[in-house]
């Protein structure tokens, strides 16, 4: 697997943790997707810059 797959996979069950901790009360909801949208766009920042960086060797 590429770095960048483990990336997502990781993630995405982050993501899915911090969804679960909200529908377990855990989480307020606000906080919760604010954390989900951080994680989904650091992820897609990280991913980006690495293909970028590898199409520039």
Known sequence: MSRQTVIR???LII???ILLLIWQ?????????LLVLAVG????FLTR??????SGQ
Request: overall charge positive; hydrophobic content about 45%; glycine content about 20%.
């Open 9 to 11: 996979i990781g993630a």
């Open 15 to 17: 993501q899915v943790a």
């Open 25 to 33: 009360g855990f989480l307020h909801p606000i906080r919760g997707g």
């Open 49 to 54: 810059d690495s293909s970028g960086k590898k």
């Open 41 to 44: 766009f650091v992820v897609f």
